[in-house]
């Protein structure tokens, strides 16, 4: 069993990482001159960073704000994923289901996933979700109110913080067989798609790596159970 003060460093860690990126979107919501509560709701509702990035730039780009809800809509795809690989790990009850999908993020799952116990699953993400959503927040609110002061973050370079730890959630999740056969046909399937679809198409369509995986996992099952 994961030690808990490892689980919550490891939130913090990346929730910090994750509030620079915030201070990104807050920078680019205020330059294409969304008002500062409008960009901070987005932030605690919708709660999703691509597609908030997304639906920004197609707004800021002269698009229709229908175009801003499919793009982010199709980029929200993936999290119904999340959810199927999550269902042990989610609370049982519908009403604390309805509260733990605000926080099915990219972060919160990969934190979940990574941990061996259930308990630690469950631990890990409520504490990563908690995490990111409270630097998140801060730090759209910081980008929004004084982004013509700091700059974006990007041209420090510090939008490399974010990538880099989920990364390393990512490692324990790719130690096995069929989370490797997963990585790179999903990274195939990605790399094949980017030049062909619009973008989020892309994203959502790698998923299906896991199909190979998954079968690879079930027949090893049907070996080692069966005379």
Not at 89 to 105: D, E, G
């Amino acid at each position: 069993m994961a030690k808990r003060p490892s689980i919550l460093r490891s939130s913090l860690a990346l929730g910090a990482a994750v509030g620079v990126f915030g201070m990104s979107f807050g920078v680019l919501a205020a330059s294409a001159d969304v008002p500062v509560p409008m960009a901070c709701a987005m932030s605690l509702f919708v709660f999703t960073g691509a597609t908030q990035f997304a639906a920004v730039s197609v707004v800021a780009s002269g698009g229709s704000p229908l175009s801003a809800v499919v793009s982010g809509l199709l980029l929200g795809l993936r999290h119904t994923g999340y959810g199927l690989a999550l269902d042990r790990t989610l609370p049982r009850s519908p009403r604390r289901r309805l509260l733990a999908a605000q926080f099915l993020l990219d972060e919160s799952a990969a934190m979940a996933l990574a941990q061996a116990d259930p308990e630690d699953g469950r631990r890990a993400f409520w504490t990563a979700g908690l995490a990111v959503f409270g630097f998140w927040n801060a730090g759209t609110l910081v980008g929004a109110l004084f982004g013509s002061v700091l700059g974006d973050p990007a041209t420090l370079g510090l939008d490399a913080v974010f990538p880099a730890a989920f990364l390393a959630l990512l490692v324990p999740l790719v130690r096995t067989g069929d989370g490797r056969l997963a990585a790179a046909t999903g990274a195939l399937i990605g790399m094949i798609l980017v030049p062909l679809l619009a973008a989020g198409l892309p994203i959502v369509l790698a998923a299906a790596g896991a199909i190979p995986a998954a079968v690879v996992r079930r027949r090893a099952r049907r070996r080692h159970h069966d005379p």
